[in-house]
């Protein structure tokens, strides 16, 4: 390899590097918890409380629009409360920040009514170093990174489309790198009903509703 080349590739991995332990982690949180909208039926099995019946119901409902909506599945399923919250320590449907309500909050492990409140407070979120610098104020101690990022690993800001990275999209629950090429090809995107024809000639109409969820058109 010459001399270019190389330097070329060192630039494009540390290029890379950057993004990873900036830019990825602002936009769709911290990896950690399974989605369950994409989890596999064996490591479902593995989790809290799952049973080969629920995990079979709780796939055969998927996609869930919310953590609510998968909380009352596992509650009329009979998990207790606590059971549910134990569950949610190992996989998860995240909730938006820019959208989610106060009942999808109350979900998160470790949130209160107090952290709801200032999650809706500061909308717009645009960054998780927002997130970070505002959040963090209400933390005790203050700015306490270990609580701020067990959050993080339950919420997410939506991608901007049009400009999001390969790095940034590829923390999106269930992508590949061949759907990351398929979010580039067809840029600028303008609505909606673009991305569910363009991208539905890919993948089933449930993957195109869950890519969605994590991505937004400026």
Do not use: C
């Amino acid at each position: 390899m010459s001399l270019i080349k190389k330097l070329t590739a060192a630039v494009g991995a540390l290029a890379f590097a950057v993004v990873m332990t900036t830019g990825v982690q602002g936009q769709v949180g911290k990896p950690g918890i399974l989605d369950a909208n994409v989890a596999s039926e064996a490591d479902l099995l593995k989790l809290p409380h799952m049973t080969p019946a629920i995990v079979k119901g709780l796939i055969a409902k998927r996609n869930f629009n919310s953590i609510v909506d998968l909380n009352k599945y596992l509650i009329a399923s009979g998990l207790t409360p606590a059971q549910a919250t134990e569950f949610y320590g190992r996989a998860f449907v995240a909730v938006n920040l820019n959208t989610g309500t106060p009942e999808e909050f109350l979900l998160v492990p470790n949130s209160s009514k107090r952290w709801a409140h200032e999650f809706e407070e500061y909308r717009p979120w645009t960054s998780f170093a927002q997130f970070d610098k505002e959040i963090g104020k209400y933390t005790t101690p203050r700015n306490d990174a270990a609580l701020l990022d067990k959050f993080k690993q339950y919420l997410f800001i939506p991608l901007d489309l049009n400009k999001a990275t390969d790095a940034e999209l590829m923390t999106i629950p269930g992508m590949t790198t061949k759907m990351v090429n398929e979010f580039k090809e067809y840029r600028p995107w303008k609505t909606k009903q673009q991305f569910e024809k363009e991208i539905g000639k890919y993948v089933d109409a449930k993957a195109v509703e869950r890519f969605w969820r994590f991505v937004v058109i400026k």
